[in-house]
């Protein structure tokens, strides 16, 4: 498995999408399962308010009940002994409700005739008689008691006061017997905070307007929930069964909380696990790639420089690095065997020059290795490689602030796609130096073939070969040139290798000539077709570098004559002239001088006339 479908698979699998898709699962299957014990819980505080209240009532009916089934409350309903009644269970007025631990306690007969009543604010000991008349008047329009048999009512009423838990009860003898004499009534206030205390719960009774239009159904309970409550709403029935308020209970949302809680801690768990990952793999990734890469362009760099290339120190694998180093050291090998098979010849006249030649096309064919090489060891800066072997070893400190945990956290995950795209391009990069360094062995490869043999020839298409070497060449050189490239087609008989490789050496000696202008670099081709005279096409090359003196417009083209005078060597354009000569044709340059460009013409015979020779 190649480098980086590595470094990508263990990147994005690891981390990105275990990440995404813990958190979706974690969103869609554990927050609503917390979501729904909420929503139980609600419901259940909903249910234990309404049994308060109903417990609340139950205590107010049990005392009620005492009264009304007993002898002495039938005959003082009846009008026997009324006022032994009254001195011996109902005076004083006020002891004898609050003995009773209720607001209100009323004697009436069955047609809302007082009999005697008292109302009492427990805490003030203030007089509240007309709550001892509105209950009377309620109780006119629940004849509970008077149904056959009697029954006992309780429940909510409203009273000008606020909401009262009411008990009305028949009259009738100690053993239940008899025709109800009248009824009695017992309110008590409806106590907000005792009921809370209850129920642990918070709740309101939000009352109707006087002829409210609610739903009747009091078993219906809805459900909202808000940023801090879950709130349960249904209809509180008064006494009578009518619609008389909204029961709201509002119940935190402390279970939710703790889930989103629990959620948010797993996926930070998650996180820090894959920024420590995400440490392990840059870590893997300086050892595996980084210093080989190093290693391989220090190498390419020495190698470019000297005549003898050594086999690169790079251990055996199946990535690219490896392939890479593979493909150079087979190259070394093969150009070392050259350079001996062309000493072995020196017989053959001019066979020191070939070979001379094949080692700076060589060097020429080494020089974008060593430049991609360069460009991927500057795509990971050592300032950001230990920025983020700092950031790894700072986050995995518990104590470390939040504020820097997340900024820390924000670079990680940036530099993960960082290394990501770093791991892409570089494989791409040597992808490039591969390509590179095959053009070299097949060079290697034809130009020894020299040392034993004659040049082969066949037929090129020349306009489409411009097109090819020339755009390969410059983009190799990482020059922004505006290129002008013929639309004349020409076929020639040549030899494709040698003729590849002279275009190269003339484009580069013009971009060459045009480092550090001002100006944008520009090289304009241009063919001529044969004219009847020499049947030679010629192929222009014009640039507008340095330009060339007079004097040196045929010096350039001997051994060791350079046409920049800040630079040594002169080897290009000469071997270009004795491979030319080789293939049948010549090469030569025009310049108006310094400053005004240059212009270097290649002649090559056309395919018609060496058809017409060969005949």
Known sequence: MRIASKINAALFAAFACGTLVSTAILHTTIQPRFDEIERAGALADHKRVIEALDTFTDKLETATHDYAYWDQSYQFIQGENVKEFIASNLEPDFKAVENLGVN????????????????????????????????????????????????????????????????????????????????????????????????????????????????????????????????????????????????????????????????????????LAGLAAIGVLWLYLRKAVVSRIESLKWHFSTAGESGTIQAAPIGTGNDEISNLAESFNTMANQVNHLRDAVADGAYMSGLSEWAAGTLHNVRNGLVPVAATTWRIEKLFDSTWLRNVETAVSEIKNPDLQPERRRKLEAFLAGSAARISGFAKEAAGLTNEINSATKSVLEMVAEFESYAHRKTEFEDIELLSLLQTVAQSTIAAQGKNVDLVLPSTPANVRGNGIILRQVISNVIINAIEAMDGQETRCRIAVSIEPPVKSDGFVRIAFADNGEG????????????????????????????????????????????????????????????????????
């Open 104 to 271: 209100a306690l009323v004697f009436a007969k069955n047609d809302g005739t007082i009999i005697w009543g008292e109302a009492f604010d427990l805490e003030t000991q203030n007089s509240i008689d007309y709550v001892v008349k509105e209950l009377t008047a309620f109780s006119l329009t629940t004849p509970g008691h008077l149904a056959s048999p009697p029954v006992e009512e309780q429940g909510l009423v409203r009273t000008s006061r606020g909401l009262a838990l009411v008990a009305i009860a028949p009259v009738l003898k100690s053993d239940g017997s008899g025709t109800p004499a009248g009824k009695v009534i017992s309110a008590k206030m409806l106590d907000f905070g005792a009921v809370r205390t209850l129920t642990g719960v918070d709740f309101s009774i939000d009352v109707f307007p006087e002829r409210p239009e609610a739903p009747a159904d009091k078993d219906a309970v809805s459900v909202e929930s808000n940023a801090k409550y879950v709130v349960t709403s249904s209809v509180a029935h008064d006494l009578a069964g009518k619609p008389l308020a909204y029961l709201k209970v509002y119940s935190s949302r402390d279970v939710s909380t703790a889930g989103a809680m629990a959620i948010k801690s797993a996926i930070s768990m998650m996180v």
């Open 548 to 615: 060339i003196s007079a004097d040196r417009l045929t010096a350039i083209f001997q051994r060791g004559v350079s046409t920049r005078h800040t630079r040594s060597g002169g080897l290009g354009l000469h071997w270009c002239a004795n491979a030319l000569k080789v293939l049948g044709g010549t090469i030569h340059a025009e310049s108006e001088g310094p400053g005004y460009g240059a212009q270097f013409i290649i002649e090559l015979p056309s395919l018609e006339t060496t058809s017409r020779k060969a005949a």
